[in-house]
């Protein structure tokens, strides 16, 4: 029986959760697209471990996390538009300022052996909700071009693609296209 329950990311234990999920999506998802010598030097569980911690710290950026009993199923980063500055250290710099009254969901990981079961879009829900109570008109995020998958749940999602896109460097040889979908809540 499933025991389902979104907690706010303020423990510690939150933080290396949400690493781990973003460590697991970016594997399965990107596997094709980025080199593997990149991925396990770059993607590790406790990457982004310091990054949530200071959005917590900072009460700028939040946290989100869905769990079936102790079991972290899907997390969400969210806040408003980054203009000036990242949401902590990542792995590429954006900026916003035609969406600077807007919320912007960061990111969003599912544990891929949960994929199409709801949980997304449960995450997805909340982090909407909450951006509308905040006052924010719309909500906006990237997605990497290459990420077919997450385009398509974006989309049923009800985002759309605004013709916005920038590329990212990973390495000299490993260029990819981050694309800025929107939505109006």
């Known amino acids: 029986m499933e025991q389902l329950h979104i907690v706010d990311a303020c423990r510690e ?13 970016w594997r399965v998802a ?23 911690r200071q959005n917590c710290e900072e009460g700028v950026y939040h946290g989100l996390l869905l769990y079936n009993g102790d079991v972290p199923l899907c ?11 990242s949401a902590g ?4 710099s954006f900026s916003s300022p035609d ?3 807007w919320g912007e969901l960061i990111s969003l990981y599912g544990h891929p052996d949960f994929w199409g079961q709801g949980y997304g879009s449960l995450v997805m829900g ?14 906006f995020l990237y997605v990497l071009r290459e990420n077919g998958r997450a385009r398509r749940f974006y989309e049923m999602q009800g985002f759309a ?8 460097a990973l390495t000299p040889d490993t260029v990819l296209t981050d694309l800025r979908y929107c939505k109006m809540l």
């Open 13 to 25: 234990q939150h933080f290396q959760d949400m690493s781990h999920l973003h460590a697991l999506g």
């Open 30 to 52: 990107y596997r094709d697209s980025i080199p593997a010598d990149y991925m396990s030097r770059e993607i590790t569980d406790s990457r982004w471990v310091p990054v949530f």
């Open 75 to 85: 997390c969400a980063t969210y806040g408003p538009a980054r203009v000036d500055r």
């Open 89 to 92: 250290d990542t792995i590429c």
């Open 99 to 101: 969406l600077a009254c």
């Open 126 to 139: 909340e982090v909407l909700r909450r951006l509308k109570e905040t006052g924010y008109p719309g909500c």
């Open 161 to 168: 693609w605004d013709g916005h896109s920038l590329e990212i």
